[in-house]
């Protein structure tokens, strides 16, 4: 059974940082590109930030030079630290595990989500 279990979520004042943290289980984490993806109140899904097996990450716009995705394979853990807030920031935070593969096709796996809020 494949869980993806995300922490680290909080309030904090614009301007401040938050670091996400998705642990993972169940699954051959190394083979599996992770992402983080957040959802606010009344909008779309949408990627924040990807990172591939090799780890070569992909950012959104909004948080290139701001955010940092990285893994730890030995620990199936996969980060997301997060500097210089802004409250449009605010959402549920979601981590994402998927692989193609030739047969199967492709695999996607969610966790539920932490909330981050940004607010004075």
């Known amino acids: 059974q494949v869980q993806l279990v995300e922490s680290g979520g909080g309030l904090v004042q614009p301007g401040g940082s938050l670091r996400l943290s998705c642990a993972a289980s169940?699954?051959?984490?190394?083979?599996?590109?992770m992402g983080w993806y957040r959802q606010a109140p009344g909008k779309q899904r949408e990627m924040v930030a990807t990172?591939?097996?090799?780890?070569?990450?992909e950012y959104a716009d909004f948080a290139q030079g701001r955010f940092t995705i990285s893994r730890d394979n030995a620990k199936n853990t996969v980060s997301l630290q997060m500097n210089s807030l802004k409250p449009e920031d605010t959402a549920v935070y979601s981590c994402?595990?998927?692989?193609?593969?030739?047969?199967?096709?492709?695999?996607?796996?969610w966790g539920l989500g932490t909330q981050g809020t940004v607010s004075s």
């Open positions: 990172i591939t097996i090799g780890g070569t990450p």
């Open positions: 169940g699954l051959i984490f190394s083979i599996y590109d």
């Open positions: 994402n595990a998927r692989i193609t593969r030739i047969v199967v096709g492709k695999t996607s796996y």
